[in-house]
C-alpha cells in the first residue's frame, strides 16, 4: 500500500474518537480527529513526514511550521523526511502569543524573514488557528507559499478566500465521517 493509504489506516484506527467535544472555535461536535495520536505515534509520524512533503513538493519552500502545538509534530515530521530525501527543510514554531523573558521570540527556530515558508496544521476546522499563524509568519517578513494540513475539516474555503493555496491530505469523506 501506498504511504498515503496506509496514514489513512492509521488515522481511522487510532485517531477517531466520537463523543461530545468542544472545539478550539467554541463549536461543539461528536466527534474528534486526535492527530496527536498520529503524529506523536511511532509508526504514524513517519507517514505523515512523507505524505505532507509529497503533498507540498511543488510549492517551492525551505521552511515549515505553524501555530503550536498541533501543527509541531507536523513540522518536525516533513523536516525529518526531507532529510532521509536528502533535502535542507528547517522547522519553525509560531507561539500562540509572544514571550515576556529570554529572547521575546513569537517564532521560534531558524529566522524565516524573506524566506519561502509553508503553514501547516495537524487538522482545520475554521481555519482560525493558521491564519493567526500565517499572519505572525507575514509580520516576521516571511512569504507564505500555502497552507496544508492533514484532515481538512472545513476550513477549505475560508483559507483560499484569505488568499492561500491550500492543500490537504485528507477530507472528512476519506475518513468516512463527511
Ligand atoms: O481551525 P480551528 O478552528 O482553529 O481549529 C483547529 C485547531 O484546533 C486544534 O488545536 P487547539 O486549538 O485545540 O490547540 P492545541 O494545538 O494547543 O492543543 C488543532 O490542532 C488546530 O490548531
Ligand atoms: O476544531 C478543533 O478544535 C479540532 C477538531 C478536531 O477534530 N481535532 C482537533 O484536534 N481539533
Redesign the pocket.
Known amino acids: 500500500m501506498s504511504d498515503h493509504a496506509n496514514l489513512l489506516d492509521e488515522i481511522k484506527k487510532k485517531g477517531v474518537v466520537h463523543g461530545r467535544v468542544v472545539?478550539?472555535?467554541g463549536?461543539e461536535?461528536d466527534w474528534?480527529?486526535?492527530?496527536r495520536r498520529i503524529t506523536l505515534d511511532g509508526a504514524a509520524a513517519p507517514l505523515v513526514g512523507r505524505v505532507m512533503l509529497d503533498l507540498t513538493e511543488d510549492l517551492g519552500y525551505d521552511a515549515v511550521g505553524g501555530l503550536t502545538l498541533?501543527a509541531d509534530p507536523v513540522a518536525v515530521a516533513m523536516l525529518h523526511a526531507a532529510a532521509a530525501r536528502g533535502r535542507r527543510l528547517d522547522a519553525f514554531v509560531v507561539r500562540k502569543a509572544g514571550k515576556a523573558h529570554g529572547l521575546q521570540r513569537r517564532i521560534e527556530g531558524p529566522d524565516v524573514a524573506g524566506r519561502r515558508v509553508l503553514a501547516v496544521e495537524?487538522?482545520s476546522?475554521?481555519g482560525g488557528s493558521v491564519l493567526t499563524a500565517v499572519e505572525a509568519l507575514r509580520e516576521a517578513g516571511a512569504e507564505i507559499v500555502g497552507v496544508a494540513t492533514i484532515v481538512d475539516?472545513g476550513a477549505a474555503a475560508k483559507i483560499e478566500e484569505a488568499g492561500f493555496t491550500y492543500r490537504t491530505a485528507y477530507t472528512l469523506t476519506d475518513l468516512g465521517l463527511g
Open positions: 472545539l478550539s472555535s463549536r461536535a474528534y480527529v486526535d492527530l498541533g495537524d487538522t476546522t475554521t475539516r
